[in-house]
Protein backbone atom coordinates (compact mmCIF):
# COMPACT_ATOMS: atom_id res chain seq x y z
CA UNK A 1 0.00 0.00 0.00
CA UNK A 2 1.43 3.59 -1.11
CA UNK A 3 -0.26 7.21 -1.03
CA UNK A 4 1.82 9.31 -2.79
CA UNK A 5 1.31 13.18 -2.42
CA UNK A 6 1.91 15.92 -4.53
CA UNK A 7 0.55 19.81 -5.07
CA UNK A 8 1.94 22.18 -1.91
CA UNK A 9 4.31 24.59 -2.41
CA UNK A 10 4.72 28.06 -1.58
CA UNK A 11 1.09 30.42 -2.05
CA UNK A 12 0.52 33.69 -1.02
CA UNK A 13 -1.82 34.41 1.17
CA UNK A 14 -5.83 34.24 0.02
CA UNK A 15 -4.51 32.11 -3.40
CA UNK A 16 -5.42 28.66 -3.99
CA UNK A 17 -3.65 25.70 -4.29
CA UNK A 18 -4.45 21.54 -4.69
CA UNK A 19 -3.44 18.50 -3.18
CA UNK A 20 -3.36 15.33 -4.57
CA UNK A 21 -3.22 11.82 -3.16
CA UNK A 22 -2.52 9.16 -5.32
CA UNK A 23 -3.20 5.25 -3.66
CA UNK A 24 -1.75 2.14 -4.75
CA UNK A 25 -2.40 -1.06 -3.31
CA UNK A 26 -5.75 -0.63 -2.03
CA UNK A 27 -9.44 -0.21 -3.44
CA UNK A 28 -10.16 3.66 -2.44
CA UNK A 29 -13.67 3.31 -2.43
CA UNK A 30 -12.82 0.76 0.75
CA UNK A 31 -11.37 2.98 2.76
CA UNK A 32 -12.28 6.50 5.04
CA UNK A 33 -9.58 9.01 3.71
CA UNK A 34 -8.50 12.05 5.37
CA UNK A 35 -5.87 15.26 5.43
CA UNK A 36 -4.02 16.45 8.12
CA UNK A 37 -1.47 19.18 8.79
CA UNK A 38 1.49 19.09 10.95
CA UNK A 39 1.20 22.21 12.76
CA UNK A 40 4.16 24.47 14.51
CA UNK A 41 3.52 21.73 17.57
CA UNK A 42 4.04 18.95 15.51
CA UNK A 43 0.59 17.89 16.35
CA UNK A 44 -1.28 16.35 13.59
CA UNK A 45 -4.79 18.43 12.66
CA UNK A 46 -7.25 16.70 11.57
CA UNK A 47 -8.93 19.09 8.79
CA UNK A 48 -11.02 16.98 6.71
CA UNK A 49 -12.04 13.69 5.96
CA UNK A 50 -14.48 10.86 3.94
CA UNK A 51 -16.53 8.43 6.19
CA UNK A 52 -16.06 5.31 3.95
CA UNK A 53 -19.94 4.18 4.10
CA UNK A 54 -21.52 6.84 3.11
CA UNK A 55 -19.18 9.56 1.28
CA UNK A 56 -20.16 11.93 3.27
CA UNK A 57 -17.34 14.78 3.60
CA UNK A 58 -16.33 16.43 6.82
CA UNK A 59 -14.45 19.54 7.46
CA UNK A 60 -12.47 21.27 10.38
CA UNK A 61 -13.98 24.30 11.60
CA UNK A 62 -11.00 26.21 10.56
CA UNK A 63 -10.93 25.34 6.81
CA UNK A 64 -15.10 24.85 6.37
CA UNK A 65 -15.95 26.84 3.27
CA UNK A 66 -12.63 27.17 2.07
CA UNK A 67 -11.06 23.76 1.33
CA UNK A 68 -12.98 21.29 -0.56
CA UNK A 69 -12.18 17.40 -0.07
CA UNK A 70 -13.59 15.33 -3.03
CA UNK A 71 -12.00 11.58 -4.18
CA UNK A 72 -12.04 9.88 -7.64
CA UNK A 73 -12.04 6.17 -6.93
CA UNK A 74 -11.72 4.96 -10.31
CA UNK A 75 -8.57 7.04 -9.95
CA UNK A 76 -7.57 5.67 -6.72
CA UNK A 77 -6.81 9.15 -5.72
CA UNK A 78 -8.21 12.21 -3.43
CA UNK A 79 -7.95 15.76 -2.97
CA UNK A 80 -7.78 18.67 -1.37
CA UNK A 81 -8.79 21.72 -3.05
CA UNK A 82 -7.20 25.01 -0.77
CA UNK A 83 -9.33 28.27 -1.15
CA UNK A 84 -7.84 31.56 0.65
CA UNK A 85 -5.59 30.37 2.44
CA UNK A 86 -4.37 31.83 5.18
CA UNK A 87 -0.99 32.24 6.98
CA UNK A 88 -1.93 30.11 9.45
CA UNK A 89 -2.86 27.16 6.85
CA UNK A 90 1.08 26.74 6.48
CA UNK A 91 2.68 23.78 7.43
CA UNK A 92 3.26 19.87 5.85
CA UNK A 93 -0.45 18.22 4.95
CA UNK A 94 0.03 14.54 4.78
CA UNK A 95 -3.09 12.86 3.44
CA UNK A 96 -4.20 9.13 5.02
CA UNK A 97 -6.17 6.07 4.53
CA UNK A 98 -7.98 3.70 6.83
CA UNK A 99 -10.23 0.79 5.30
CA UNK A 100 -13.30 0.60 6.49
CA UNK A 101 -13.29 3.79 8.67
CA UNK A 102 -16.39 6.09 9.59
CA UNK A 103 -17.09 9.60 11.14
CA UNK A 104 -18.66 9.31 14.74
CA UNK A 105 -19.96 12.14 15.97
CA UNK A 106 -19.34 14.42 12.92
CA UNK A 107 -15.99 14.83 13.76
CA UNK A 108 -12.93 13.52 11.80
CA UNK A 109 -11.35 10.30 13.17
CA UNK A 110 -7.78 11.44 14.86
CA UNK A 111 -4.81 10.42 13.41
CA UNK A 112 -4.14 7.41 15.25
CA UNK A 113 -7.16 5.81 13.75
CA UNK A 114 -4.97 5.24 10.61
CA UNK A 115 -2.60 3.54 9.17
CA UNK A 116 -1.48 4.59 6.11
CA UNK A 117 0.06 7.67 5.04
CA UNK A 118 1.39 9.78 2.50
CA UNK A 119 5.41 11.31 3.10
CA UNK A 120 3.65 14.89 3.19
CA UNK A 121 3.93 17.84 0.99
CA UNK A 122 5.24 21.22 2.36
CA UNK A 123 2.76 24.13 2.22
CA UNK A 124 3.75 27.76 2.33
CA UNK A 125 1.49 30.73 2.71
CA UNK A 126 3.87 33.78 2.45
CA UNK A 127 3.80 37.27 0.60
Known amino acids: VQLVESGGGMVQPGGSAILSCRAS????????IGWFRQDADNKLRELSC????????YYDGSVKGRFTMSRDNAKNTFYLQMNDLRLSDAGVYYC?????????????????????WGEGTQVTVSS
Open 25 to 32: GLVLADYG
Open 50 to 57: IDSRDGKV
Open 96 to 116: AAEVGLGVVGGHCPRDWSYDE
